[in-house]
């Protein structure tokens, strides 16, 4: 009762304090409310930029737009590398689960190769979790359509739309255009983060020299997901660069003669406008089919290439390379003339065998004495002799700087990767593989192209194009022109101006007219011309590797590639106004250097009278004269000694 | 015509007698507001507008129906009103569900939270205690108060529910306070809690109430795990800068960035669409609600009317402060919704029913001119 006696009491005081309380309560909660509202102004005014940036960050994820790779043409407009719509099966790790359950499951109903499985765990170790990484390329539209069904059942899967590149006509181009193939590891590491929404990139050939300009740019597109990452709506995009479509001086019909002229022989040969340096036509064989790469070639399929003893996947015209042999001849011919230590109708008298003053051994000529020899008859009938004495009279040294001048020793500068700079003999380079010094022998056989000489056959054929187009050291080239998109008109590739392998128009005739002589009675190449409206230049040449006797009846497919004999060819046509220059190599396990003219003949056919060769084998055409340089190098040299 | 809108507009008079009009329009705004944001941030799912407004009515309901209560009335069911709600409490703990504890009954028709009742219990048997006394209240009278406290709010702290408790023990102290608290005693109660907080972290909370609080610290330590939920939540207040993008426009919510968007994170999604002018309406609103029920406390005529009135006004302010504060990042993450903006819950009727009081002190005072 008495706590409520002075309550009534206190009544008025009890209310004033209440009032009081309450006031500051309400002052209280107003600053409260106050401050809040300003963590709020911070948060949505003074720091508004930032969170704005951050949510749209949130919101729009960039999809990286992959491009068209750019389609090559040749010359005349076929297409000889597009690309076709397939699916690929790409998984994302991080959203799929047990994998190995997920592979097995997806098994059953697509299929998988051991090859797929085992690039799979490859790319699964060396990229982030929430990438996705490709499984299968070229679903089938069988199996795509099974998954459709399931997809459900396999989550972070996903059945994704791409270009995949195609090459319509085979192994015709594979060793001009090459072929793309997966990134791999050491691709990822070159490309960057942009570049890696890519899946091929090429490997070999144009496709990997024009890399650049064939993949084109990714762009992007602003999708707005949500948080699961879907897709919902495109809010904006940088386009994607298309690649840049190439178009090749290649012609298809002449490259397809050229290897129905090589029938049956493993080979390779160029054919270039000496005027210019288009390539007109390219082939090494045996070839081998691109599109076997493109999504990753089986162990069954690539062991075989591998094992091949005729190495299809060698590029003999760019990779490959050896002794010019007697080709090299009309070069060395000019250097006599443009040295003064020769002049066209000086004369030399030719016993058949060359000797070094003092010494015992001889350098012979396949065929005996030729008696007295001018430079033109030294050309057209490949007269050891006179070159055997022009090298020892030049010195290994003069010898050197002129076969450079004439572009041997470098690269030719195509425009495909890994060329084969080739071997000038000098002592220099001697100098560096071996402890012994220069001998003079030496320098009298790498007057007939023997030795220690390399070769590329690009190098032969651009050696014999400065011959014909008056001494322009022209660089062979295989896109004659790129557009940037098929709206755009197509530009020429620019080419260097080329080095003048000669002042003197005289001395150039005077080559010119040694290798007409070729092609003329007593000329080694005279069964050439048979029938022939047009007037062909010419010299041809052997390669020996391996000893001549007891390997005659070998197969050559069968023999060790580093053991074949090569037969060349270089030429052009018509000799007059040249328009077609041509080098060719013949791989032969055994005698003879009679098949290459006759494949350098059915090219210019095929260019100059658009007839096509029929594809049935070469047989050896006996009335060729057989051109063969003297015992194999190493004999030579330890002759020499 | 003329006779029977008098008629209605009598009958109407009469039924809003009880009914503070200020405090209703304030609410209404509020709910308005709400309403159209739960229509954007469940989008998805629009039944969750109706369901919202069903409860909004129902709560208009019980808040109509307590108005008419005279406080003497209310006074004297107090002490058992406080005795029955605490039943519910000490049931939920046996056969309770809950996402982080025994927090709901299952009736059938819908989850009851025994907490709810509490939040109105509480006030109202602090209000009966304390005006039986002298104020400022006497030492032994703050201990029996503590004590009025402390049962429920163990009760609810053992379910856990950090949030709630929080919410019902600051009713009680609302009411020690505006009976004259000494100021001491808050010294006492913040050097306690100093004391005390240690022991609270290693014994009492729990792994995913001490992983709130160190998110709290830096949400930015672990931005994918248990720091996702400010992050996206602060971007979603921020870009919405001082307009908003527009209702229905919120990409955080509507992409699914911002969690809960519905419940408890749903005043961003109102910072988001509407800005800092929406969210200075809002909280300028509240700021109304609170200042009328201590306008209507401060008017009346006994201390029971006084304490009730003030403490149920005070403690709508909790809501407020601790819900804006933990989703921008202001204060730690604590479950508490937003009063008539959070979808769901017994909350908004429990607040509806416990401004009903509010006003029944407010329309039953005796008149200073009668």
Known sequence: ?641 | MNALARILIDVTARLLRTVDLWLLGALLALMTIGLAVLYSAGSETPHLVWAQAARFVFGLAAMWGLSRIPPTRLRHWSPMVYGISLLPLLLVLAIGQGKHGNHWINLGFFYFQPSEVIKLSLPMMMAWYLQRETLPPRFHVVLIGGGLIAIPLGLILLQPDFGTGMLVASSGVFALFLAGLSWWWFGAAVAGAAGVAPVAWFWYLREYQKERILTFLNPESDPLGAGWNIIQSKIAIGAGGLTGKGWGQGSQSHLDYLPEHTTDFIFAVLSEEFGWIGVATVLALYLFVIGRCLWIAAEARDGYSRILAGAIGLSFFVYVIVNGGMISGMLPVVGVPMPLLSYGGTSAVSLLAGLGLVMAVGAHRPRHTT
Request: a positive charge; proline letters at 7%.
């Open chain 1, 1 to 641: 009762m008495g706590p409520r006696r002075r309550q009534l009491k206190n009544a008025a005081a009890e209310a004033m304090q209440f009032r009081r309380r309450a006031a500051i309560a309400f002052l209280a909660v107003a600053a409260a409310l106050a401050t809040l509202g300003g963590w709020y102004f911070r948060l949505q005014v003074v720091e508004h930029a930032e969170y704005a940036t951050r949510s749209d960050a949130n919101r729009i994820k960039p999809r990286p737009v992959v491009p068209g790779r750019g389609l090559i043409f040749d010359r005349k407009g076929r297409v000889l590398a597009d690309n076709v719509p397939a699916y690929r099966l790409d998984v994302v790790p991080d959203e799929a689960g047990d994998l190995k359950s997920l592979v097995k499951r997806l098994s059953t109903i697509v299929a998988l190769t051991p090859e797929d499985l085992e690039r799979f765990d490859k790319e699964r170790n060396a990229k982030r979790g929430f990438r996705p990484i490709t499984l299968k390329l070229r679903v089938g539209e069988e199996e795509a359509a099974r998954f459709a069904v399931d997809r459900w059942r396999y989550p972070g899967v996903e059945l994704v739309p791409y270009l995949n590149r195609r090459y319509p006509y085979g192994d015709l181009f594979a060793h001009v255009i090459g072929y793309v193939g997966r990134i791999d590891e050491a691709d990822l590491a070159k490309m960057g983060d942009v570049d890696s929404a890519l899946t091929h990139t090429g490997k070999t050939g144009l496709e990997r020299y024009y890399e650049d300009a064939l993949r084109g740019k990714v762009g992007y597109e602003k999708i707005e997901t949500n948080v699961q990452g879907r897709a919902l709506r495109r809010l904006g995009q940088v386009p994607a660069v298309p690649g840049a479509d190439l178009r090749l001086s290649i012609d298809m019909d002449l490259q397809r003669a050229m290897v129905a002229a090589f029938g049956d022989n493993d080979g390779s040969a160029v054919a270039l406008d000496p005027r210019t340096g288009e390539i007109l036509a390219m082939v090494s064989l045996p070839s081998y089919d691109p599109n076997l790469f493109v999504n990753g070639i089986s162990h069954q399929d690539y062991k075989t290439l591998m094992d091949d003893p005729s190495r299809p996947l060698f590029n003999r015209n760019v990779l490959g390379g050896g002794p010019p042999g007697s080709t090299v001849k009309p070069l060395i011919a000019l250097a006599g003339l443009d040295s003064g230590l020769r002049r066209p109708e000086d004369k030399v008298f030719s016993t058949g065998e060359f000797h070094i003053p003092g010494q015992k051994r001889g350098y012979r000529d396949a065929h005996g004495g030729a008696g007295w020899t001018d430079l033109r008859k030294s050309i057209a009938a490949s007269v050891n002799f006179y070159y055997y004495k022009l090298a020892y009279d030049m010195g290994i040294t003069r010898f050197d700087a002129y076969m450079r001048k004439y572009g041997f020793g470098a690269p030719t500068g195509i425009d495909l990767a890994g060329e084969n700079k080739g071997v000038v003999p000098s002592p220099e380079w001697k100098a560096t593989r071996s402890k012994e010094h220069w001998y003079p022998g030496e320098t009298v056989i790498s007057g007939i192209g023997q030795g220690y000489w390399v070769a590329t056959i690009l190098q032969l054929a651009r050696g014999v194009s400065a011959i014909a187009n008056g001494g322009n050291l022209i660089r062979p080239h295989l896109v004659a022109s790129t557009r940037t998109g098929f709206d755009h008109p197509w530009l020429p590739t620019p080419q260097p101006t080329p080095p003048r392998i000669t002042d003197n128009p005289a001395h150039l005739r005077a080559v010119q007219e040694g290798m007409m002589g070729t092609m003329q009675p007593g000329g080694t190449g005279y069964s050439l011309v048979h029938g022939a409206p047009y007037l062909m230049a010419g010299k041809t040449g052997t390669a020996q590797k391996i000893g001549r006797r007891g390997n005659v009846s070998v197969d050559p497919h069968q023999l060790p590639f580093n053991l074949r004999h090569q037969a060349l060819f270089v030429g052009y046509a018509p000799a007059d106004n040249p328009t077609i220059a041509v080098a060719v190599m013949v791989e032969h396990g055994g005698f003879g250097a009679s098949t290459a003219g006759p494949i350098a003949r059915k090219i210019f056919d095929a260019w100059l009278l658009g007839t096509m060769p029929d594809a049935t084998p070469q047989t050896n055409d006996p009335t060729v004269a057989d051109d063969i340089g003297p015992a194999p190098a190493p004999a030579a040299a330890e002759a020499a000694r």
